[in-house]
């Protein structure tokens, strides 16, 4: 099976052409690829380019834990890299298909930094989801592990759970992200951002990514942050989001639509061995 591996910031992604696959692409063979020690290794799997009416290309995105997402920041980059190292795109603008809706992209300089329009970010319950009331969910308190938190909600095609804090840390996110990803009021689960305030114009967060677990950046999570951070009144249009894997520029306009712009890095192309595939899976 036929491969190519590109990071965002640290957030590692598996691109696969549908055409290159001798099997079906099961949880389980997902499972297995993305694992670091039976597999390639990666925090996810984007198989792609797939036909479509609706946009340029299509877009399938997969979670390291076999489930699929509806829209990755850091992934829509990769991907849109892949197609510029694959000669499918050249500079002009190009339109994605995702679960999470169609984004239009552009890549620069010779692949090494991508711009993706993320749509607009919404904070209604209903369309992120969360339960209860319908409501814009802001400034919400939740109870982990003994401690309440306060945390707002949103959606940029996929769901995120943004929780304010005065100091933020890995050893944080990875103790109660798990928790809130979980939590009953999220019906779909969520995303989780720890979030810190530097002035109007930065945000630093730490990452739990929805059956992916502790991630060193994400392009729809420093989306969602930003967004949220301007929704509260605590930064302007123009952010740059600090995560511990590097730093993302996100553009937010008055009606909330996200303008992201960050880094691609090609790691390798290769092939891995239907051997891998013999085994006995990756243990539960």
Request: with cysteine; hydrophobic share 40%.
């Amino acid at each position: 099976m036929r491969f190519r591996k590109y990071h965002g910031l640290g957030n590692d992604y598996i691109v696969l052409d549908p055409a290159d696959l001798a099997a079906e692409l099961t949880p389980e063979r997902i499972r297995l690829i993305c694992h670091r020690n039976f597999g390639v290794g990666s925090d996810g799997i984007l198989l792609g380019p797939i036909a479509t009416d609706e946009a340029d290309f299509a877009l399938r995105i997969f979670n390291p834990d076999g489930s699929e997402a509806e829209k990755s920041g850091n992934g829509l980059r990769i991907f849109c890299r892949c197609l510029y190292d694959t000669g499918r795109v050249r500079g002009g603008e190009f339109t994605v298909l995702t679960a999470g809706g169609t984004v239009r992209a552009q890549v620069h300089d010779g692949g090494r930094e991508v711009t993706v329009e993320m749509g607009r970010v919404s904070f209604h319950s209903a369309d992120i989801p969360v339960a209860g009331p319908p409501r814009e969910v802001l400034n919400e308190e939740i109870e982990v592990a003994g401690r309440v938190y306060t945390f707002s909600a949103a959606t940029v095609g996929n769901p995120h759970c943004v929780i304010l804090q005065d100091e933020v840390s890995a050893d944080e996110a990875r103790a109660v992200g798990p928790h809130v990803e979980t939590d009953p009021r999220f019906p779909n689960r969520t995303n989780v951002q720890f979030m810190k305030v530097l002035d109007r114009s930065n945000v630093r967060i730490e990452i739990w990514e929805r059956g992916a677990g502790y991630t060193l950046a994400s392009g729809s999570s420093s989306s969602a942050s930003a967004a949220v951070a301007r929704r509260l009144g605590l930064c302007d249009g123009h952010v740059t989001v600090h995560m511990p894997g590097g730093r993302l520029r996100i553009d937010i306009d008055e009606e909330f639509a996200i303008t992201m712009r960050g880094p691609v890095t090609r790691v390798a192309e290769g092939t891995m061995a239907e051997d891998a595939f013999g085994g006995a899976g990756v243990p539960l």
